[in-house]
């Protein structure tokens, strides 16, 4: 039987308690939002807070709203909500790509866009997702409110820019001209890790690419959202050749692993084949005609 | 800690530590025994329950998590004696062999019938895609839930 090592439990009644709880509690608490990364986790025992903060009251961190020309995600927002939102599904088709094939239905249903990210995991969806929309995170703290974007926030496996006593607050993704994007990911069976999985974003002035964004997830990338196959992309007319070239870009700034999914070789070829499947899929979303 | 909740729409309550695991606190806290106790590892779904009507794995949601919330449980669903169409539908349909997926495979049809009254095949196997049956091949699983599908309104 795995049970979690023993702790406290306190339930944050608002944005300012939880972080108030936080600051009182110190560095042996952490926040608990789904649940579906840490309980596992403390089940194994591989985390054992001393004290968790459960946030699940924060009704009012649960929302999908436009807001000028951003969408502002709540980061309460659970994966059900985000698969189901009619305004993610028109401008930002690469989440519900993602958010079908984030583990299952049950899952998804506790599982939350603010727990996915502030986890960091490093075969998770949505950290890959945000990083190649380019979204921004607001952070909330005792020292105030801070936004970030996607470079900043994520600064590898396990580790994000939200520090021991702040919290993940809101995500905004910007509704900009011309875009267009998917998410694909390959896995062995219903539910499971990625194998490997590639996010990509892109704006387009006709048939020219004015930006991209590109991200991988369970591969090893050196970064998050790989920048450098991203700025291959620019002023290039979006077609096959942009697409391979950024594709071998991404697969070569990966470090893969073998492991029971599958050797490394095989995945940085996957890195490759997702990333310019996923451009293909988002230049056609985005009105592409060659 | 107290935690405090309502069970298949009865109050219930008990003492648990705040490590305690939902499905613990059913089963060994409240013998409710209904809801399987699987792979412990929140993939096969098993200890499948409803949390404010929508399934959830309860191996993987503290006790103290589901303090003043709605759980529905297996034991929860024959009223008065009166089956709930998924489970007729699972007899009707011959949706199980051994019954370990059981409870939860028809928790997850009852919410999915709760939200989309007409699902399509494809629909009801997203809807328990999170859920392991070794018996079935998900086959009869498939039918049962569209069994209750097309018997909800009329009697049963």
Same mark, same amino acid.
């Given at each position: 039987?795995?049970?979690?090592?023993?702790? #406290?439990?306190?339930?944050?009644?608002?944005?300012? #308690?939880?972080?108030?709880?936080l600051k009182e509690l110190g560095p042996e608490s952490r926040v608990i939002a789904g649940g579906h990364s840490l309980l596992p986790m403390m089940k194994l025992r591989l985390a054992a807070p001393e004290h968790l903060v459960d946030i699940n009251d924060l009704s009012d961190l649960a929302y999908v709203r436009r807001e000028g020309d951003e969408i502002r995600v709540g980061a309460m927002t659970r994966h059900r909500d985000l698969l189901s939102s009619t305004l993610i599904a028109e401008h930002f088709p690469i989440v519900v790509d993602a958010e079908h094939v984030i583990a299952d239905p049950l899952v998804r249903n506790r599982g939350t866009i603010g727990g996915a990210l502030c986890q960091a995991d490093p075969s998770e969806d949505i950290s890959a997702v945000c990083a190649a929309l380019g979204a921004t995170c607001v952070i909330q703290g005792p020292r105030g409110e801070r936004v970030v974007t996607m470079s900043e926030f994520h600064r590898g496996p396990y580790e994000t820019a939200v520090e021991q006593d702040e919290l993940l607050v809101e995500v905004r993704l910007a509704i900009r001209p011309g875009a267009g994007s998917a998410y694909e990911k390959l896995e062995r069976r219903a539910g499971d890790w990625a194998v490997a999985a590639a996010g990509a974003a892109l704006w387009l002035e006709g048939d020219t690419i004015s930006d991209g964004g590109i991200a991988l997830t369970a591969v090893g990338a050196t970064e998050v959202p790989s920048k450098r196959a991203a700025a291959a992309l620019s002023g290039k007319p979006a077609g096959a050749a942009a697409f391979a070239e950024a594709a071998r870009i991404a697969a070569e700034d990966c470090e893969p692993r073998d492991d029971q999914r599958g050797p490394a070789d095989y995945k940085r070829n996957l890195a490759e084949e997702l990333t310019n499947r996923a451009l293909r899929r988002a230049a056609q979303r985005a009105g592409a005609t060659t | 800690?107290?935690?405090?909740?309502?069970?298949?729409?009865?109050?219930?309550?008990?003492?648990?530590?705040?490590?305690?695991?939902?499905?613990?606190?059913?089963?060994?806290?409240?013998?409710?025994t209904g809801t399987h106790w699987g792979c412990d590892t929140s993939n096969c779904g098993a200890c499948c329950v409803l949390l404010d009507g929508e399934p959830v794995k309860s191996c993987t949601v503290l006790a103290a998590m589901a303090d003043g919330h709605d759980v529905t449980t297996i034991e929860g669903l024959e009223k008065d004696g009166v089956l709930d169409p998924v489970q007729e539908g699972f007899i009707a349909e011959h949706g199980l062999q051994c019954g370990f997926c059981t409870p939860g495979m028809i928790l997850t049809g009852r919410a999915l019938l709760d939200q989309n009254p007409d699902p399509s095949e494809e629909e009801i196997r997203e809807a328990i895609s999170g859920q392991i049956c070794r018996c079935t091949g998900y086959v009869n699983i498939v039918k049962a839930i569209r069994w209750a599908a097309e018997h909800e309104s009329a009697p049963v």
């Open positions: 039987m795995q049970v979690p090592a023993p702790f #406290d439990y306190r339930r944050a009644t608002s944005v300012d #308690d939880a972080i108030a709880l | 800690m107290q935690i405090d909740l309502t069970i298949n729409g009865e109050p219930a309550g008990a003492e648990a530590e705040p490590r305690t695991l939902l499905v613990h606190f059913l089963r060994d806290t409240l013998g409710l």
